[in-house]
């Protein structure tokens, strides 16, 4: 069963750069404001420039061409596990290898693969489709119509943006539907009411969207008819961050759920009934809609809410039945399961009659099956599927109770389990990739300014001596747990050859539920980053490392976090990798989705909020007369969620100071920064070669010198 929090939508479609908000900072106070134009030919001459200089020293570095054919041999065996969605009596498959490079979209019966010999049948090719139609198409999902999964919108982005095109697909005949549904490229929200009608929320011209980009406006749109005649049900307000449609079908029913976001974290929740009319739900606006499972609403809380004299703690899930609610009577709040003290709810999923929860007990993961009793209450029962290893909940059958899951840890193959309809078992298993033996998983605990306990892991190979070179991935931001995982090609490599992999679970994420992101939110962003400073000087007083052979890597928020890194803490680190990175916090929300993020981060033109958010600002701290290390910042200039100008203006920045860095833009990739398996690979053996490069020798190589035509002075001419 499909469900859509507020972080799901938020990880989704962005605007293009053409529809971001206009600049507010002229050139006298920035500069490089230049490079912020996207596609413009000087900027992308710029970006050629950088990536020559960087990617001829990278590409140039010992063991470079090797990382990359080890690293793509490993993205592409055909022995990895086929990750499912279960459709009825199928399931369906995306699938890239070294033969289908952008991939092909599958479907077989449900008993074929859970046999271990699925008998696949071919529905998308994307490699075919994108030579026919002369596209650089990536793979975006598909929604397909319960209870028969035949017809299907296919989402497909040109260039791996968020934005994506929408067609009509007809799974029984393997084509696309001849006058179906069809939408261009947007950033759209929709949902299947029936077979021919649509809840549907995209780009309907001038005014329809957010300040971020997103739809503000739901219609319903009926098959044959034209777009501009669909019949609006929900309007939202400018300011909002979206809106979104969330249709649960089974044999309970039809609940479309319409979705208001006010901000990243707080939103109205409203169900739509026969009619089209609208009832609010009496959930609090902080709530974090999660499905609808069995006629009844599942969310979870963010803060204490009380309702009727009763109070539902914080990370609680609790559940209401909607129909007493459409029909105009009082509702019954039910409490579905209350975490204990350590433990966070990380996800849930809803199959036939069993909701199933996955709790992270210290950042490690246990399998609940909830089912509800007749007075209210809810019966929880541990699986016992795992002991300190990563769960992730695949898909839950509608036809019966079944569940599939994958389990791994950062030395523990990932394994797909099926479970809640008969004994459970592991259906798929991932061979080995190198000896776990030789090595060894432990959790710490760092003690940050203000006292808090802050856990990591460290993966290094076994009786390794200190000091090491250390390669410590963080995020730190939007409720997102980092949990085990079993290592992707860079970081086997990097241990395989005696380094140390460490992952810090930073505040801001969600590792212990709410109260742990909202410690960092806004004026406490500056707690994510001296948690950051705290795991790295934990590791350097205990003697795994020295801040020569110690480098940090992020993307994204993680990419804030490393160019925070960068700009407080340049002593701690050897090297620093940045990826599709925000960096100007000045002018973050006035680019692509940048606005759905203030609730994270807060409003830079309110000065109240600027005071704070100015103490960390990367583009604004970087400062002349510092060393810093030689960091390495990638990007896409297809992002179309975090704008590329973020890396570009840094490094002009550096440039302008004098100091050296690495650069890479792939000009395709989206948000990912890469748009296939080989891209993947490709970026996989440049981090490692670059962390090689800095943190294995006496004398780090050194980054492109700084060209004298591209100082803040040469820049604006």
């Known amino acids: 069963m499909k469900y859509i929090s507020t972080l799901a939508l938020a990880l989704m479609a962005a605007p293009a750069a053409a529809q971001a908000p206009a600049a507010t900072t002229d050139t006298t106070q920035d500069p490089y404001l230049w490079l912020e134009e996207v596609e413009g030919q000087k900027a992308l001459d710029w970006v050629k420039a950088r990536n020559d200089q960087s990617l001829k020293i990278l590409e140039s570095q010992p063991k470079f061409a090797e990382y990359r054919a080890k690293a793509e041999a490993i993205l592409s065996d055909k022995r990895r596990i086929p990750t499912p969605s279960i459709q009825g009596e199928n399931v369906v498959n995306f699938w890239q290898d070294d033969t289908h490079v952008r991939g092909i979209w599958r479907k077989a019966t449900l008993k074929s693969y859970l046999s271990g010999q699925p008998q696949w049948q071919t529905l998308i090719d994307m490699d075919t489709l994108a030579k026919a139609e002369g596209k650089n198409w990536v793979w975006k999902g598909a929604t397909c119509l319960k209870p028969d999964y035949v017809r299907c919108l296919v989402a497909l982005s040109n260039g791996g943006k968020d934005a994506v095109e929408v067609r009509e697909f007809d799974t029984a ?38 300040n971020s980009g997103y739809p503000r406006i739901l219609k319903t749109w009926k098959r044959g008819s034209d777009l501009a005649a669909a019949k609006t049900v929900y ?70 809410w009380t309702h009727n004299g009763t109070t539902y703690r914080q990370g609680s899930l609790v559940a209401y039945a909607i129909d007493p609610l459409l029909n105009g009577q009082a509702i019954t709040v039910e409490q579905v399961f209350a975490p204990k003290q350590g433990q966070a709810i990380s996800e849930i999923d809803g199959a036939k009659d069993t909701l199933y929860v996955n709790i992270l007990d210290n950042v490690r993961g246990h399998l609940l099956a909830l089912k509800p009793g007749k007075d209210g209450t ?44 008969g004994p459970t078992k592991v259906a798929y298993a991932l061979p080995a990739r190198f000896d776990a033996s030789k090595f060894t998983v432990e959790q710490l605990f760092a003690t940050s300014k203000d006292g808090t306990k802050v856990p990591y892991s460290i993966v290094k190979p076994k009786d390794a001596k200190g000091p090491l070179p250390v390669w410590m991935f963080a995020y730190g931001g939007f409720e997102i747990p980092l949990v085990p995982s079993y290592v992707v090609p860079e970081y086997q490599f990097w241990i395989e050859e005696g380094g140390a992999y460490v992952v810090a679970n930073l505040r801001g994420g969600g590792e212990y539920g709410p109260t742990w992101h909202q410690a960092a939110l806004l004026e406490n962003r ?30 994204s928020n993680g990419g804030l976090l490393t160019s925070v890194a960068l700009t407080q803490r340049p002593d701690l680190y050897g090297a620093i990798i940045s990826g599709v990175p925000l960096a100007d916090m000045k002018r973050y929300h006035l680019l692509l989705a940048g606005a759905s993020w203030m609730a994270e981060y807060g409003n830079p033109d309110d000065p109240a909020q600027w005071s704070f958010i100015s103490q960390y600002s990367p583009y ?98």
């Open 526 to 555: 500056q707690r994510a980053y001296e948690d950051l400073f705290a795991v790295s000087e934990d590791l350097i007083s205990r003697g795994i490392t020295t801040p020569a052979k110690f480098g940090v890597y992020g993307r």
């Open 173 to 210: 005949t393997g084509q696309f539907v001849a006058d179906g549904f069809r939408l261009p490229e947007a950033k759209v929200r929709l949902d299947w009411l029936d077979r021919d009608t649509l809840l549907v929320g995209t780009d309907f011209g001038e005014g329809s969207l957010t």
């Open 378 to 421: 809810w019966v929880s029962t541990d699986l016992n599927v795992g002991k300190d290893v990563a769960l992730e909940l695949v898909s839950a059958g509608s036809k019966s109770d079944l569940i599939l899951f994958k389990r791994e840890g950062y030395t523990t193959p990932s394994e797909l389990v099926a479970a809640g309809d």
């Open 620 to 717: 604004q701290k970087l400062a002349a007369g510092k060393k810093y290390p030689q960091i390495f910042y990638y990007t896409s200039t297809k992002d179309d969620r975090v704008h590329p100008g973020h890396a570009r203006k840094m490094a002009a920045k550096l440039e302008e100071l004098g100091s050296p860095y690495f650069y890479y833009e792939n000009l395709d990739g989206g948000h990912a920064g890469v748009a296939n398996l080989k891209e993947n690979a490709y970026r996989a053996a440049l981090m490692l070669v670059y962390m090689n490069s800095q943190l294995k020798s006496e004398s780090p190589v050194a980054a492109p010198a700084v060209p004298v035509a591209t100082t803040a002075a040469g820049a604006a001419n």
């Open 235 to 304: 309007e939202g307000k400018v300011e909002d961050v979206w809106a979104a449609p969330d249709v649960s079908i089974s044999e309970r029913g039809t609940y479309p759920v319409i979705m208001r976001g006010i901000s990243f974290y707080t939103g109205e929740v409203h169900h739509m009934k026969a009619d089209g009319t609208l009832v609010r739900s009496p959930l609090p606006i902080d709530a974090d809609y999660k499905l609808v499972f069995n006629g009844k609403l599942i969310a979870l809380l963010r803060t204490d």
